[in-house]
């Protein structure tokens, strides 16, 4: 029996649905709510554009995790939580805003990764397709806040090659569209981004093959375009490929280790993360990761740019 059979359905019955892969309900809670979280928002951070962009920060937690909560007729003092902890963090670090904080009470202690739990829910094709529906800068920033692990502010300038500033910009009106292309698309037939997403890390893992057997530059040459723009860290800029291919050799020679730890794709966008491994002997040889921003046309990479991640600096103990 379909939830709207016995009249309107109650905040249970759509969770339920929603978790279910019914993205009409899920919607239908999320526009339910929204007066509420608006209201909640507008007492800790006042009347403006903080208000709206704390509503539509919690709204994006919902869509990833609302298969996690464990009280579905709960699910408003969940979604208050959530808005509050927007609040609050983004006075509290305006430069990182940590997509679990203040919610550990009400989701599970073991939680998969934002991809992994994608994949788990019959919803996620639907959020990938309201996103291509935005401009690759927009999608881009969304892609790396909320599905790899360059989530600050600051990481994300980075690895987009823009100031922070443009990052908070397009970040809010990411999101402000990414919420009306979800309702707007909500009804339509949807493509499969785990396919997409497979393919790319098929691909990714031939290349760290062919590096290992010192074959980058072939490796290279079959998805990359001879005047690709590459750009990155310590000045690294230039057209097509031969810098990166140095620098994968040099790696090797060196006894790095590439490890391929998460990709994300969209369309003309993927992301793909690695964790570092330096050689025994040289311990800080390289940083702990990096990650490839990559534009493509027609499956072919045009644009690359590389980020590193910073190595975490222990706090001094202080000294009585």
Same mark, same amino acid.
């Given at each position: ?164 500033? @443009? ?20 009804? @339509? ?14 691909? @990714?893992?031939?290349?760290? @093959?062919?590096?290992? =057997? ?70 800080? =040889? ?21 980020? =590193? ?8 103990? =202080?000294?009585?």
């Amino acid at each position: 029996m379909g939830i709207s059979c016995l009249g309107a359905p109650t905040d249970a019955d759509l969770v339920h649905a929603a978790k279910k892969g019914d993205v009409s309900a899920l919607g239908s809670l999320l526009a339910r709510h929204r007066p509420m979280l608006l209201a909640v928002a507008i007492s800790l951070v006042g009347y403006g554009p903080d208000a709206e962009d704390a509503v539509q920060e919690a709204s994006m937690i919902a869509l990833r995790r609302i298969g996690d909560l464990r009280d579905p007729a709960a699910v408003g003092s969940w979604l208050r939580t959530v808005v509050r902890n927007a609040c609050r963090m983004r006075y509290r670090s305006p430069t990182h805003v940590p997509l679990d904080g203040g919610l550990a009470a009400l989701l599970p202690s073991a939680e998969p990764d934002p991809t992994e739990l994608l994949g788990q829910h019959a919803t996620r094709d639907w959020v990938w397709q309201a996103m291509e529906e935005l401009s690759p800068p927009l999608r881009l920033v969304l892609m790396l806040r909320y599905f790899s692990d360059v989530t600050a502010y600051q990481d994300i300038a980075e690895a987009c090659g823009v100031p922070i500033g @443009t990052v908070r910009s397009r970040l809010n009106e990411a999101r402000g569209k990414l919420a009306r292309a979800l309702l707007a698309t909500a009804d @339509t037939a949807h493509g499969d981004i785990r396919a997409v997403t497979e393919e790319r890390r098929r691909h @990714t893992e031939e290349l760290l @093959t062919s590096v290992r =057997h010192g074959e980058a530059a072939s490796a290279l040459a079959t998805s990359w375009l001879p005047t690709v723009a590459v750009s990155g860290p310590g000045g690294l800029g230039a057209q097509g490929y031969g810098q990166v291919v140095r620098g994968l050799e040099q790696d090797l020679l060196d006894g790095v280790d590439h490890r391929l730890s998460n990709v994300v794709a969209s369309g003309d966008i993927a992301v793909c993360e690695f964790t570092l491994r330096s050689p025994p002997e040289d311990p800080f =040889h390289c940083p702990p990761g990096a990650a490839w921003v990559l534009h493509l046309r027609s499956g072919w990479v045009e644009q690359a740019r590389l980020f =590193h991640v910073r190595r975490q600096v222990p706090e001094l103990a =202080h000294v009585m």
